[in-house]
């Protein structure tokens, strides 16, 4: 299908809901993502940023990340953990040249910057909501697509958040910049190759996966936790399952020829090993998903049965 340059006619299509599943062609914006670069309307993200001359101090004492080397213009993912160690925020972190931007889900950014700011005290540090819209450009082809672009004209120069094959773009003319970006032959892409790819990526989402009871190592979200830097909300536990253990759960990617939906539990040998916590169906393809498993039981190519007698297997790649 011809990609939507006028915005009215994106809404058209997403039936007054700009998190739309699908443009049409749910593969081919799949491919994008994997092999090109795709745009996504993020309308489940929000915006926050962090001014004053404590803020990079004030959250490089409290995330996971190391907040002193983020360089302008980049982003890199950190986590809010609680006392116990447990995630309670996986956010995007960028800088900019006068404020770090925290970017994350509407459903948990609310509290997390609610228990950041209680941390405030006398620091010089001042949070603010961002009005502004968040695009999501992502794909292997990410970077020479925003090298070639030229945000002029009608559009505000919107802020470019650059992170590993991805940017994350806070727009206050976001009409605009999706219609430039349209225009400039860049994929539109629902949610449901969206989702497709974080089930491939492995990626765990707020409120899915995450509830507020895991530790990154059972979410895969070592990556976004410094253990050098020394001091965050919830280090001592973290640190010490790093070191010393290893967490008896993990999350894992699975695939069905049947469908399979979130909250059915999942079986080794009569045995429940886990849960499903995301599922994408493909028509014709069965089902991808992600479950928190067992360790003994998320080995690649480890068969599982569902409640429904589905069969479900693990695997270290999902397309």
């Known amino acids: 299908m011809t990609p939507p340059t006028d915005f009215a006619e994106f809404l058209a299509q ?20 994997r092999d090109g670069a795709g745009l996504t309307w993020r309308s489940d993200l929000c915006a926050y940023r962090f001014d004053g001359a404590d803020r ?25 953990l609680d006392n116990k160690g447990r995630v309670q925020l996986v956010a995007a972190l960028g800088a900019t040249d ?27 540090v001042k949070i603010s909501l961002i009005e502004a819209t968040v695009l999501e450009l992502a794909g292997p082809a990410t970077e020479p697509t925003l090298a070639a672009l030229d945000f002029a004209g009608p559009v505000a120069a919107p802020t470019l958040l650059r992170g590993e094959a991805a940017a994350l773009i806070l727009a206050t003319t976001p009409i605009e910049v999706w219609k430039q970006l349209i225009a400039a032959g860049v ?41 050098d830097k020394g001091c965050y909300l919830g280090q001592e536990t973290v640190a010490r399952i790093h070191y010393r253990g290893q967490v008896n759960r993990v999350l894992s990617a699975v695939y069905s020829d049947e469908n399979v939906e979130v909250g059915d539990e999942l079986f080794f040998a009569d045995r429940g090993v886990g849960r499903v916590t995301s599922s994408h169906c493909r028509p014709e393809h069965g089902s991808v998903a992600l479950a928190l498993l067992a360790r003994a039981s998320s080995a690649a190519g480890t068969c599982l049965t569902s409640a429904s007698g589905a069969v479900v297997t693990v695997t270290e790649d999902v397309e």
């Open 98 to 124: 006068e404020a770090l931007v925290m970017v994350g889900s509407r459903t948990a950014m609310e509290s997390g910057v609610a228990t950041l700011a209680r941390y405030v005290l006398a620091a010089d």
């Open 14 to 33: 997403a039936a007054g809901d700009p998190a739309l599943v699908s443009f049409g062609d749910p593969d081919a914006e799949f491919a994008a993502l």
């Open 187 to 227: 994929c539109p892409v629902g949610h449901g190759a969206v989702e497709r790819m974080r089930i491939k990526d492995r990626r765990p989402a707020q409120g899915a996966e995450i509830t507020g009871a895991e530790f990154p190592q059972e979410l895969l979200l070592t990556e976004a936790v410094d253990f």
């Open 56 to 80: 990079t101090s004030f959250l490089h004492r409290l995330l996971t990340a190391n907040v002193e080397t983020l360089t302008v213009g980049h982003v890199r993912s950190t986590l809010l």
